[in-house]
């Protein structure tokens, strides 16, 4: 199959979603690390009450930037969408779907962050609950999260692989980039998946593993279209050549 020339629509897309990928990554990167990891105290609800409680406002942050790292995605699946469309219309979409059930999850766990604070300032319709169950229930809405996080990373994986399988057949980026991107996320995928079924997985793998290889595949990815853009289908034929 002869891909059409490169749109400039496309190569507009391409610079938007590196744009919207470095953003959203930074972006969730504080909330998780300088906000959240800072707030909630492993099993030690009173402690994460009173932190949350104490810096209110330095939560709501976290959940701010929750909600615009949502927004994020969405900007960077259609993006990847107006790209990859011309490749194979079908399998593109299909990734869009997949990238918002992660989409999806993190709502979810946004949700979850509104509920903890709801709980924790307590009100007229909570006061048949002593403190320690509000806070005992914050905790439990906090951590669900990490439940969330695994299910919506098996659709980002999912998601991802598609991609990448779509730039290698484009050879919008070097093939050695898409490559990786495949079996990075195939990686992720297998790990996860795994980690349903046997928990103890992750003594094996440790969980950071799982979608750091992903991670970096879509950081070099997104420096690659961000200073180098899409190249032409046979650019890579006519340089061999």
Known sequence: MTLSPIENSQRTAARVAAFAYLITFATVVYVHYGILWRLIIHDNAAETARNILAHEQFFRIGIAGSVLYCAGLVVLLTALYVVLRPVNRGLALLATFMWLGWVFMWLLMTLNLFDALRLLRGGDSLQAFSADQLQALASFYLH??????????????????????????????????????????????????????????????????????????????????????????????????
């Open 144 to 241: 669900t999260g990490f439940d969330r996080y695994y299910v919506g990373l098996l659709f980002w994986g999912l998601a991802s692989m598609l991609c990448a399988c779509l730039w290698f057949k484009s050879r919008y980026i070097p093939r050695t980039l898409a490559a990786y991107g495949v079996i990075s996320s195939a990686f992720a995928v297998a790990c996860t998946f795994v980690f349903y079924i046997f928990p103890g997985f992750d003594k094996i793998v440790g969980l950071g593993w799982f979608d750091s290889p992903m991670g970096l595949f879509d950081i070099v990815l997104s420096l690659w279209l961000l200073f180098k853009g899409l190249r032409p289908a046979g650019a890579s034929k006519a340089s061999a050549a």
